[in-house]
């Protein structure tokens, strides 16, 4: 005989009968009320998984006064609908590994994830706008260009935000961020033990923070091996830029036997195009990437590269902007994280 509440929507008391707790406990958990014990917040939410029921929305805003939303804010120098942009977000495996990590913190709340890019002064105001008119409770940002005064219109607006990576321009909001600079140490200390002594970098846009920093570090390691200069050609962390960065580094050093790539998208398209030019990879030239994405793994060899822990980043953004959903008062906060070298057969 199947059972009777198959046949409906399931309820609160659904829930707290499989959760074995109180219908009282069960809404102040789904309705995020604060010094839940954490024990039973898991166990709600593993209930309404299991019986499959959908919380009221518009009852909740109407308890909480939140949305029950957080927007993922991709915020660049292009237009809103941007082809290329786009095909390059969907495409690249940055941005897909960003919103795996902001999912995993917000999916277990019950909390949705409203994907927003703007690429205009207009579009960011109306941004803005519409978090301080309450359209989602707090935005995790990801802000591409130096001049972007998105980061302090949510400060000055008082959303509660985090951003993914160090501010170009300093503004009293969180970030998480990578040791970008120790990265390039990395890069630089491993090509060096390999016995590499022409080396050359391909940089990612000399705007980014993160591309400053990995060429710094890069650079600072090699000087201290003795290598007071070596060949830089800046790409624009797409796999065209990476192919055509590296032509124009052999131009400049012929006999490069070292190279360290600003991310794995760009060291793909350098070890097809040593490839082209009949240079075999790790043999003729290491080459050292960025990131540990999939591009990484897809190359052939695949690469050797500096894991950046882009998952644990965006999901530690996620819990500072629900900190401070629940406590606006608390301080900015940095947090850093440290990258590892991945060995593989590139170099």
């Not at 321009?169 to 998480?176: C, E, F, G, L, T």
């Not at 036997?257 to 790790?282: H, I, S, W």
């Not at 900015?332 to 990258?339: A, L, N």
Request: aromatic fraction near 4%; charge should be negative.
């Amino acid at each position: 005989m199947s059972d009777p509440r198959s046949a409906r929507k399931p309820t609160l008391e659904d829930v707290a009968e499989a959760a074995g707790v109180s219908r009282a406990t069960v809404s102040r958990v789904i309705n995020g009320v604060r010094n839940v014990d954490p024990k039973l917040h898991a166990i709600v939410w593993q209930a309404v998984d299991a019986t499959g029921y959908v919380p009221n929305r518009a009852a909740r805003s109407l308890v909480t006064r939140r949305s029950g939303t957080v927007a993922l804010v991709v915020s660049d120098a292009v237009s809103h609908d941007d082809d290329p942009f786009m095909r390059r977000f969907f495409a690249d495996p940055f941005f897909g590994r960003i919103v795996g990590g902001v999912m995993s913190v917000l999916r277990p709340k019950g909390i949705q994830l409203a994907l927003q890019i703007v690429g205009t002064d207009e579009a960011r105001g109306r941004l803005v706008g519409d978090l301080g008119q309450g359209q989602a409770d707090g935005a995790v940002v990801l802000s591409l260009h130096p001049d972007d005064t998105l980061p302090r219109q949510l400060y000055e607006a008082g959303i509660a935000a985090a951003l993914v990576g160090r501010p170009a321009q300093p503004v009293p909001i969180s970030y998480v961020d990578l040791a970008n600079d120790a990265g390039g140490v990395l890069a630089a200390e491993h090509l060096i033990g390999r016995g590499c002594t022409r080396l050359g970098m391909i940089t990612g846009p000399a705007h980014v923070p993160a591309s400053q920093d990995r060429l710094t570090g890069f650079r600072q390691a090699l000087a201290r091996h003795g290598h007071a200069w070596f060949p830089t050609v800046e790409g624009g962390f797409t796999y065209e830029s990476g192919e055509t960065a590296l032509l124009e580094l052999l131009e400049r050093q012929p006999e490069l036997d070292g190279l360290f790539v600003a991310n794995d998208v760009m060291a793909q398209a350098a070890v097809m195009a040593l490839r082209g030019r009949e240079l075999r990879v790790p043999d003729d030239v290491a080459v050292v990437g960025f990131d540990d994405s999939s591009a990484a793994l897809d190359a052939r060899p695949q690469l050797t590269t500096v894991r950046h822990p882009l998952e644990d980043m965006a999901a530690e953004s996620a819990r500072l902007v629900l900190a401070r959903i629940d406590d606006p008062s608390l301080r900015v906060e940095s947090v850093i994280f440290d990258p590892k070298l991945v060995v593989r057969q590139s170099a």
